[in-house]
């Protein structure tokens, strides 16, 4: 079946530092990957997705690329803000899933000034 | 457009007692999905439904649950003789057939917190 990987967290950093969040899947056939993200006190929201190999999504200064090869889709932004301390969840809609997502364990953010 | 929403937002019930939550997805949505979170978890798959049809449910819908969605609108979730396991969070999400391959983003409702006593 299919699965989600996330490093583990939580992520202390400090503002302007460089993020990276790993994701690898476990999906047969072309998954579409998504990264979806829960700010305190709020509900889950699109970051950002892709649907098709080395495609790259990105949003409010976040990447993340497809890579069909590595089975991989690792979040990155090259400035964090506090306002970015969140949850990041990686998932997968993949297969004869009807577009069911396959959520990772997320990974907690936290910025400091 | 308002978004996905759900209600109650917050239930507190005793073991052994049911439930039922609603879910109003986005309004030209044909998909819509249930999923039920714990702390410190993703969110994990619960059932779907494709206008008013159940196309799939995990393995995790024991028979004290049961889902609707009369006329491929709003859907319920019902959960029967409620025990401490089931406290969690319960999302809705609903979206669209993607017309260009892959599959469209979902967009989650604010959930229902439920706490069995």
């Known amino acids: 079946g299919n699965s989600v990987t996330q490093m583990e967290g939580p992520v202390t950093l400090s503002e302007e530092a460089f993020l990276t969040i790993n994701c690898t899947y476990t999906a047969t056939g072309y998954p579409s990957l998504f990264w979806y993200v829960q700010y305190p006190g709020e509900g889950l929201q699109l970051l950002l997705k892709?649907?098709?190999?080395?495609d790259k999504g990105s949003n409010k200064g976040f990447e993340a690329t497809y890579r069909k090869e590595t089975t991989s889709f690792h979040l990155e932004k090259g400035s964090v803000q506090v306002s970015d301390s969140a949850v990041y969840f990686c998932a997968l809609a993949g297969g004869t899933s009807y577009g069911k997502l396959t959520f990772g364990q997320g990974t907690i953010l936290t910025v400091h000034p | 457009d308002t978004g996905v929403s759900q209600d109650p937002r917050h239930k507190i019930t005793k073991r052994g007692q049911n439930v039922t939550f609603r879910c109003d997805p986005i309004s030209e949505h044909n998909r819509l999905y249930w999923y039920r979170q714990t702390l410190g978890q993703g969110p994990e798959f619960l059932t779907y439904f494709q206008n008013e049809a159940q196309l799939e449910k995990s393995r995790l819908l024991s028979d004290r649950f049961s889902a609707e969605r009369p006329k491929g609108s709003f859907s319920t979730l019902e959960i029967q003789r409620t025990e401490q396991g089931d406290s969690a969070m319960y999302l809705c999400?609903?979206?669209?057939?993607?017309?260009?391959?892959?599959?469209?983003?979902?967009?989650f409702g604010p959930g229902t917190r439920l706490t069995v006593l």
């Open positions: 892709a649907t098709k190999a080395d």
């Open positions: 999400a609903s979206s669209s057939i993607s017309r260009t391959g892959g599959y469209n983003e979902q967009f």
